[in-house]
């Protein structure tokens, strides 16, 4: 089998700042990946220290796939450039974990069955065989946790609705949450090789004929959190319409509720990009 790109889309959530997806593909594998959005002062040269997690880290995952390494292996390889890589360009050395770079991740490639898929966090993706849509990840499971949380900060902190929150009145609950990061159950996509070990990790069948759409939280917003779609919907609009009309559905909604009112979220917009793929 091999996969075919069919559409692309990467979209930036404020057209003014860096846009922290990546997205990656070759003939038998492809990627999303989605850095997490920067609680302080950069650490890297360039934009985002998110950004640069989130190239650097798509760039040399498909470079050792490309290399020959089994997907397991090129992870923990491209952890390990991270790694090397973050401490020979960081500009001073991190105090607490939140300043580490992080991201979520959605890998998907061949095996001799189907698809061999490996993730951190919340990117996800939809597999469409015939009329039936798996999903493949975490993104739809944890659907409005976001939501809720903003919800429950509005009403603690007594803040007045908005869906760009004022950064340094809930920082400390996000850098606290960062501060969680892998250890647990709660890995993610960083410089720490140790990561490799608690990758999410599912083999599915699949067949040629089967579509595969790759997508991060920001692009899945429109069937986990506003409810235009469900799965099977979201992965046959992507086929029948385009991820273009997708990109400007999914903005509409947000421009329309740009308080957060009816959908509480900590960003008016996320970065939102996805793959479409046909498999041969």
């Known amino acids: 089998m091999s996969f075919v790109l069919l559409d692309s889309l990467s979209l930036p959530g404020d057209p003014a700042k860096p846009n922290e997806d990546s997205f990656a593909h070759a003939d038998h594998a492809a990627l ?86 490996f993730w951190f966090g919340d990117c996800s993706a939809l597999l469409l065989e015939g009329a039936a849509c798996t999903v493949i990840g975490e993104a739809f499971d944890k659907r409005g946790q976001e939501g809720d ?34 250890s647990g159950s709660y890995w993610l996509f960083s410089p720490n090789p140790r990561a490799a070990q608690h990758v999410a990790h599912t083999k599915v069948k699949a067949s040629p004929g089967d579509f595969l759409l790759l997508a991060s939280d920001g692009l899945l917003a429109l069937a986990t959190d506003y409810g235009a779609y469900d799965g099977l919907g979201l992965i046959s609009a992507a086929r029948e319409n385009g991820l273009a009309a997708l990109g400007q559905e999914l903005r509409a909604i947000e421009n329309a509720d740009a308080l957060g009112e009816k959908f509480a979220r900590f960003k008016k917009s996320d970065d939102a990009t996805a793959l479409l793929l046909e498999i041969k």
């Open 32 to 117: 999303v990946m989605d850095g997490a959005t920067p609680l302080g002062d950069p650490l890297m040269p360039g934009p985002s220290d998110a950004q640069w997690l989130a190239q650097f880290g798509a760039r040399r995952l498909m470079a050792h796939l490309k290399d020959g390494d089994a997907p397991r292996a090129a992870l923990a390889h491209a952890l390990e450039d991270a790694e090397k890589s973050f401490h020979a360009l960081s500009r001073r050395p991190i105090r607490e974990k939140w300043q580490t770079p992080c991201a979520s991740l959605i890998l998907v490639t061949e095996s001799k069955t189907g698809l061999e898929c």
């Open 149 to 182: 949380w903003a919800r429950q900060i509005v009403q603690e902190r007594k803040l007045a609705p908005s869906a760009d929150f004022n950064r340094p009145k809930i920082n400390d609950l996000q850098r606290a949450a960062r501060n969680r990061i892998n």
